[in-house]
């Protein structure tokens, strides 16, 4: 399939408010940087809610036809054996080395159709290679991330129905100011989230309404400056931020993404400690990042022949690093002395608009190296620097001290003393546990 470019110019799902100066360009996406502050902007999915338009843009891909699950199975970790209509599952795709190519939110949408949601063109690029009676089609849709523990009574508010009957991992239709919306229960943010879908051309006038019915109860925009930070307390890596995606690394994958046209920008900045060359470090494979639940050997998929030995001897997990304030603040004096100053920690997330970014630092136990340490960022509720860490599985205990080489390769490094803790870092309540059965 050839795909045309998405966009036709710069998009922009939210509407353009004008207290927002400052917007982040990727690819030909416009994203709001910031709103109230980042800083009021991130305690909203603990306190309040936010509304997200970020991942806009890049609508989702429509795979129809007798051998639609055939082919999603083939390319997919998970297992199908139950899959109703009406729910989503976190697919994860892998390449032959069993490394995450791909991932993102899949739905069932009917008997021979899935829609799979904000994850790139790896599925598409999979389609190009098989023979199977599937077909693809790009659509045009928004996604809005509405999270927090006043989400569902927003979003009754401005639906003016119960959204009760939508249980973690599912999805239906609704309406706001007259618009068919689809309104799915699922999150990155840790806390009670949904998700709304439609066509790009309801984007402003949904997102709007949203906000405007959530100002009496303490909604947020979130910006794309603290976006970040969620996935981080919340336990959920994500490639371009933790890890990178490994079809960088496949040839076949790069030529067919020239051959398209669709606002993305494969362009990596590689960052940190580790040498730039070593990409390993900056790939994960499905259990390095603890997305075991997502892998299922009872078919045959991409990567299976690599990922089985690898199930029964895990030999890295991703666990919460919390690090040292004395040593963070050594690393903000340094701007403030003579000489070079160490690389500075951005608040309250390292910039990331254009491109992935493959960052990896080296973390160390007694000298020695025992993981890889990614997506570092300042939490403003916990009042804490933290990050997550692909670490070797004997060092993954809470409590256990380590050091972060904090820094770029080649330039001046701090070593930065860090925990291991609790992994999701955010203790409130989960997603998936929170019984939203009982009527307003």
Known sequence: MNFSDPTDGLVLAAPRYPETWFYAVSGNIMRPWEFSGWQTESLSWKNTAYIHGGLSGYGPMNFTGPDAEKFIASICT????????????????CTEEGLVASHGVLQRMGPEEFRLFASG?????????????????????????????????????????SLRDIQFLRFRD?????KSVEVARVGMAGTLAYELHGPMADAPEIYDAVYQAGKELGIERLGWRTYFVNHIEGGFPQQVWTFVSAQVADPDFLRYFENTKVALNPKLMVSGSVDPSDMRARFRTPFEVNWDISVKFNH?????????????????????????PDDILDIYASLLRPGDPYKQLELPASPHIRGQHAHADHVLKDGKRVGIASG?????????????????VDQAEIGNEVVVEWGDY??????????????PYLDIGRNSD?????TR
């Not at 609704?174 to 007259?178: D, L, M, T, V, Y």
């Open 78 to 93: 998970n297992s199908f054996a139950k899959f109703p209509i009406g729910a989503m599952k976190h697919a994860i795709m």
């Open 121 to 161: 063109i790896w599925a598409a690029y999979m389609h190009s290679k098989t023979d199977l009676d599937v077909q693809i089609e790009h659509k045009r849709d928004y996604l809005f991330q509405v999270a927090g523990p006043k989400s569902l009574e927003i979003l009754e508010k401005v639906t003016g129905e």
């Open 174 to 178: 609704s309406r706001i100011n007259g």
């Open 300 to 324: 045959d998929f991409v990567g299976r022949a690599a990922l089985e030995p690898e199930a029964a001897d895990i030999k890295r997990r991703t666990v919460t690093l919390r690090w040292h």
């Open 376 to 392: 570092t960022v300042y939490s403003f509720y916990y009042r804490e620097v933290i990050s997550h860490c692909a670490i070797d």
């Open 410 to 423: 080649g330039g001046r490094i701090k070593q930065v003393r860090a925990v291991v803790e609790r992994f």
């Open 434 to 438: 929170v019984d939203v059965s009982a």
